[in-house]
């Protein structure tokens, strides 16, 4: 089974990196590794914007664009900007090995 790289950094600056299967959400691999500030209290069904991650601009031009109902959750998000994603509509792939995302300041408090 291949691997992918992960790196969430906090609103404090501290960068944690992780290793997830591929196809499964980045939002997956935050629960599966304790990140703070990813809740994913949906269960990652797009319902909530409590997985909302910044993407590193490196990354962000390599994802496809969020279909309407991840656009419509990211109107609900916290301080949401132009490189929000909500991590549980982002599926891990060998392509996406070595993802940096952000979680935002008021998800992690």
Same mark, same amino acid.
């Given at each position: 089974?291949?691997?992918?790289?992960?790196?969430? &950094?906090? /609103?404090?600056?501290?960068?944690?990196?992780?290793? =997830?299967?591929?196809? *499964?959400? !980045?939002?997956? +691999?935050?629960?599966?590794?304790?990140?703070?500030? &990813?809740? /994913?209290?949906?269960?990652?069904?797009?319902?909530? =914007?409590?997985?909302? *991650?910044? !993407?590193?601009? +490196?990354?962000?031009?390599?994802?496809?664009?969020?279909?309407?109902?991840?656009?419509?959750?990211?109107?609900?998000?916290?301080?949401?900007?132009?490189?929000?994603?909500?991590?549980?509509?982002?599926?891990?792939?060998?392509?996406?090995?070595?993802?940096?995302?952000?979680?935002?300041?008021?998800?992690?408090?």
């Amino acid at each position: 089974m291949r691997l992918t790289k992960v790196t969430f &950094i906090d /609103a404090k600056g501290q960068s944690r990196t992780v290793d =997830a299967p591929a196809g *499964v959400s !980045v939002a997956d +691999a935050a629960l599966a590794h304790h990140i703070p500030g &990813i809740e /994913a209290d949906c269960g990652g069904f797009c319902a909530c =914007a409590t997985c909302h *991650v910044y !993407v590193d601009r +490196a990354w962000f031009e390599r994802l496809p664009p969020p279909e309407e109902l991840e656009a419509q959750m990211l109107d609900h998000a916290v301080d949401r900007r132009a490189d929000s994603r909500l991590s549980c509509q982002l599926l891990l792939s060998p392509e996406l090995d070595g993802i940096t995302v952000h979680t935002p300041v008021r998800q992690y408090l």
